[in-house]
Antibody, heavy 123, light 108 residues
């Protein structure tokens, strides 16, 4: 069965960076893209960007351009999301999600999700 | 970016009720809309894609309709497991996906 398993919770200081991992299993990793979606406490969902697990092509939400980098390691079927220059309003649960639209983009909807990783930014 | 507006933001209903949630897009998105259910502390779960296609394994009491700028999610007979928050998401706008603000379905 398809599973996306994310790394554990993180606590970071403002200005620091965080890197969250998402290990996929149960399907051919390179046949799909992965999107990252975050959810601030008590708030709605925000799409952060997409990466093709086939060729590494990326596209990021405009508001995060310059601060976010998404990568993949096909040898371990793992996707990564790094967010830099963290601020208090980056405190959120970060989800990876498999994109149904395949590996060439643009992203569609999300049929499988990771369990979420809480990132807390606090001094 | 395309703005997605859901209404109501909170809905109180009883088991067995028919429930309808509306999602409006700030411009036409054809039928490129998905619906998700999220329970506290859990990841969202896909219910509907392409406005009206039911995801495999989702109970048939869930249905979606609409096109262009106005969409609805209907639960024909609310069950105890359906109390949750529901989100719409558009995927018409290349590289700028957006979600609605959510609708919380509460027990009346």
């Amino acid at each position: 069965q398809v599973q996306l398993v994310q790394s554990g919770a993180e606590v970071k200081k403002p200005g620091a960076s965080v890197k969250v991992s998402c290990k996929a299993s149960g399907y051919t990793f390179t046949s799909y893209g992965i999107s990252w979606v975050r959810q601030a406490p008590g708030q709605g969902l925000e799409w952060m960007g997409w990466i093709s697990a086939y060729n590494g092509n990326t596209n990021y939400a405009q508001k995060l351009q310059g601060r976010v980098t998404m990568t993949t390691d096909t040898s371990t079927s793992t996707a990564y999301m790094e967010l830099r220059s963290l601020r208090s309003d980056d405190t959120a649960v970060y989800y990876c999600a498999r994109d149904y639209g395949g590996n060439s983009g643009p992203p569609d909807y999300f049929d499988y999700w990771g369990q979420g990783t809480l990132v807390t930014v606090s001094s | 970016d395309i703005q997605m507006t859901q209404s109501p933001s909170t809905l109180s209903a009883s088991v067995g009720d028919r429930v309808t949630i509306t999602c409006r897009a700030s411009q036409s998105i054809s039928s490129w809309l998905a619906w998700y259910q999220q329970k506290p502390g859990k990841a969202p779960k896909l219910l509907i894609y392409k406005a009206s296609s039911l995801e495999s394994g989702v109970p048939s009491r869930f249905s979606g309709s609409g096109s262009g700028t106005e969409f609805t999610l209907t639960i024909s007979s609310l069950q105890p497991d359906d109390f949750a928050t529901y989100y719409c998401q558009q995927y018409n706008s290349y590289w700028a996906l957006t979600f609605g603000g959510g609708t919380k379905v509460e027990i009346k």
